[in-house]
């Protein structure tokens, strides 16, 4: 492995065989983000539609991967089948490090298989399999198949695969990493679907040197203090980010009932400390990461008339609870697990998922569509209703359902209802906080809430300053861009301010990235956004519903004048400094 390019392995899913190609750019590009659009540019057809066989599917670490504690991201990069356009998605696990192990900065699939395969990598082996047989296979059971099928070499291993959703082309398609994470917006595994892969699995088997440095032994002990030892990462260990939800709700910015309201008392059944007290085993955490963010709950089925029960464990968070959960009226703890559940069987984007159901319940409230459609009767509230629905979506059982799978918006221009349509760009996230995160998020790079501090900026500010709040957008960026491309978890994000990232990277032999920090960034979100652009970004093309004007929060009601004048302002600002 060399500082100075890249490695990258090149697999041609049609022909079968592979290169490891040697590239250019660390110095200007650093990893991660910037590395993912720099291979879009060059492997990329922005003039193809999202599942054309030549369009690349990409992953990425950055150059912190591996050496400092919670670097544990890998980014995922193709054509989104929600707009066709250039994004990116982020998960954990073990795919980063194995990723590292293996030997390569980035993966690059290029082609599609004849059939539907999976592709296992090694730092010296790259395999090809049929597995047609695993067809409309759920997550869970495909991996289990593939952890027996493929053989487990030394060292980290790191198992992607879909599930039904990503088979038929679902935009809200996720990629499940492991047995917790997931690569889970913008359709990423419609994304690996359309090159008929069912999974990949990186095989960390290689070792790496660690410097022996007597500075990086100190740079690091720094880094792991402040990540242990300190307030900074405990809210994530503890309770977990679902801690939010009581503090949301209290400051009225908390989605209820497709955005009807946004707080109810039925808060009280929902809260980090109910479902810690009632649901949570334990805590798990991505490779590379000392914290462990990742709670898993239980709920339980008991066999017909015998005192045994089944145990399922389910991975809870801040936004599954609210999508599963007050997104849709389901307040019993146990109950979002299982609807969490079927969302992680049929591999769709829990987010996404809930968001598309709460629309499709409301619809049916107001007569627009009826069990012809929905199958089942869909009610706010009942959970077993929307297990089954979670099916159909996953499995598009029918025409409404894969209609609705290609984003809520598409089924509501077919059957009415657009303007209740929790939509910003991507189904929403759950933050119904005010007008400077409705514009960002609607015009956000991959339509995270962690794209911008919007969420944020709203909770503190009341004023209603244009020039202030895009200013904010755009001074911020620039620092996450640049996290996200060594690739740190976001949470982490005031453990590395931009001294403790110019010490990581020096001791870690990347004085240039160290030193020039800020016109890197600059330039990575340059590129990004060219990217973005070349393949069809248009912020006057997307719209925000009107459901999002009649939003109240702890400011009171949402200004549309200021929301439009925020995401013209904000848009005309991506379009500019993509041009420079
Ligand atoms: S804090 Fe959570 S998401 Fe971030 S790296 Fe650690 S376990 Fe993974």
Same mark, same amino acid.
């Given at each position: 492995m060399s500082r100075d390019h890249y490695r990258v392995l090149v697999v041609d899913l049609e022909s079968g065989?592979?290169?490891?190609?040697?590239?250019?750019?660390?110095?200007?590009?650093?990893?991660?983000?910037?590395?993912?659009?720099?291979?879009?540019?060059?492997?990329?057809?922005?003039?193809l539609d999202w599942n054309h066989p030549e369009q690349p599917f990409i992953l990425a670490i950055g150059p912190l991967t591996g050496i400092f504690p919670l670097m544990s991201k890998t980014i995922c990069s193709f054509i989104s089948p929600?707009?066709?356009?250039?994004?990116?998605?982020?998960?954990?696990?073990?795919?980063?490090?194995?990723?590292?192990?293996?030997?390569?900065?980035?993966?690059?699939?290029?082609?599609?298989?004849?059939?539907?395969?999976?592709v296992s990598v090694g730092s010296n082996h790259v395999q090809i399999k049929d597995t047609s047989f695993m067809k409309g296979m759920n997550a869970m059971g495909a991996g289990k198949?593939?952890?027996?099928?493929?053989?487990?070499?030394?060292?980290?291993?790191?198992?992607?695969?879909?599930?039904?959703?990503?088979?038929?082309?679902?935009?809200?398609?996720?990629?499940?990493?492991?047995?917790?994470?997931?690569?889970?917006?913008?359709?990423?595994g419609a994304a690996l679907g359309a090159k008929r892969i069912k999974g990949i699995i990186i095989n960390g088997d290689s070792g790496r040197e660690i410097s022996q440095d007597k500075a990086y032994a100190q740079v690091f002990k720094e880094?792991?203090?402040?990540?242990?030892?300190?307030?900074?990462?405990?809210?994530?260990?503890?309770?977990?980010?679902?801690?939010?939800?009581?503090?949301?709700?209290?400051?009225?910015?908390?989605?209820?009932?497709?955005?009807?309201?946004?707080?109810?008392?039925?808060?009280?059944?929902?809260?980090?400390?109910?479902?810690?007290?009632?649901?949570?085993?334990?805590?798990?955490?991505?490779?590379?990461?000392?914290?462990?963010?990742?709670?898993?709950?239980?709920?339980?089925?008991?066999?017909?008339?015998?005192?045994?029960?089944?145990?399922?464990?389910?991975?809870?968070d801040y936004e599954p609870i609210f999508a599963a959960g007050t997104m849709l009226?389901?307040?019993?703890?146990?109950?979002?697990?299982?609807?969490?559940?079927?969302?992680?069987?049929?591999?769709?984007?829990?987010?996404?998922?809930?968001?598309?159901?709460?629309?499709?319940? *409301?619809?049916?409230?107001?007569? &627009?569509? @009826?069990?012809?459609?929905?199958? +089942?009767? =869909?009610?706010?509230?009942? %959970?077993?209703?929307?297990?089954?629905?979670?099916?159909?979506?996953?499995?598009?059982?029918?025409?409404?359902?894969q209609l609705l799978g290609m984003g809520t918006l598409k089924a509501a221009q077919e059957y009415g209802g657009e303007e209740f349509g929790c939509v910003l760009g991507q189904e929403m996230a759950g933050y119904a906080t005010g007008e400077l995160f409705f514009a960002a998020q609607s015009l956000g790079f991959r339509h995270s809430h962690l794209d911008t501090?919007?969420?944020?900026?709203?909770?503190?500010?009341?004023?209603?300053?244009? *020039?202030?709040?895009?200013?904010? &957008?755009? @001074?911020?960026?620039?620092?996450? +861009?640049? =996290?996200?491309?060594?690739? %740190?978890?976001?949470?982490?994000?005031s453990v590395y301010d931009n001294e403790q990232l110019a010490k990581c990277l020096a001791v870690a032999g990347y004085e240039n990235l160290a030193q020039n920090r800020t016109e890197i960034s600059e330039h990575i979100r340059k590129l990004r956004w060219q990217v973005r652009v070349q393949t069809g970004f248009n912020p006057d093309e997307i719209t925000i519903p009107k459901r999002f004007h009649e939003v109240e929060t702890w400011k009171g009601k949402i200004d549309p004048c200021f929301l439009d004048e925020v995401k013209s302002a904000y848009g005309k600002r991506i379009m500019e400094l993509a041009a420079k």
């Open positions: 065989k592979s290169r490891i190609e040697k590239l250019d750019g660390r110095d200007k590009t650093a990893g991660g983000s910037g590395l993912a659009a720099q291979l879009y540019q060059n492997y990329g057809k922005p003039e929600y707009h066709s356009q250039y994004t990116e998605s982020h998960g954990g696990g073990r795919s980063a490090l194995a990723l590292f192990f293996a030997g390569y900065d980035a993966l690059v699939l290029i082609g599609q298989a004849s059939v539907l395969s999976c198949l593939i952890r027996r099928i493929f053989k487990k070499a030394s060292g980290h291993r790191s198992i992607l695969r879909i599930g039904p959703s990503g088979e038929i082309g679902s935009a809200m398609a996720c990629i499940n990493v492991d047995s917790y994470r997931h690569f889970g917006r913008m359709g990423g880094v792991y203090h402040k990540v242990t030892s300190t307030s900074m990462m405990k809210k994530y260990y503890n309770l977990g980010t679902a801690v939010n939800l009581q503090g949301l709700n209290d400051i009225r910015s908390l989605p209820w009932y497709n955005l009807q309201k946004t707080a109810d008392p039925a808060i009280s059944h929902l809260t980090g400390e109910v479902f810690a007290d009632q649901t949570l085993l334990r805590n798990g955490a991505c490779s590379g990461c000392p914290v462990g963010c990742i709670h898993l709950g239980f709920y339980r089925d008991r066999f017909k008339e015998e005192a045994r029960y089944l145990y399922h464990q389910v991975p809870y009226g389901v307040t019993n703890c146990f109950d979002v697990l299982r609807v969490l559940e079927e969302l992680e069987l049929v591999s769709l984007d829990a987010m996404s998922g809930g968001v598309a159901l709460a629309w499709a319940t *409301e619809a049916t409230e107001r007569g &627009l569509i @009826d069990e012809c459609q929905t199958i +089942v009767p =869909l009610r706010f509230g009942d %959970a077993t209703a929307y297990q089954q629905a979670v099916q159909h979506l996953g499995r598009g059982s029918n025409d409404f359902y501090g919007a969420y944020s900026w709203d909770q503190k500010n009341d004023q209603k300053d244009v *020039e202030k709040g895009v200013q904010f &957008l755009l @001074d911020d960026e620039p620092g996450r +861009v640049f =996290l996200t491309s060594m690739v %740190a978890c976001l949470f982490a994000r």
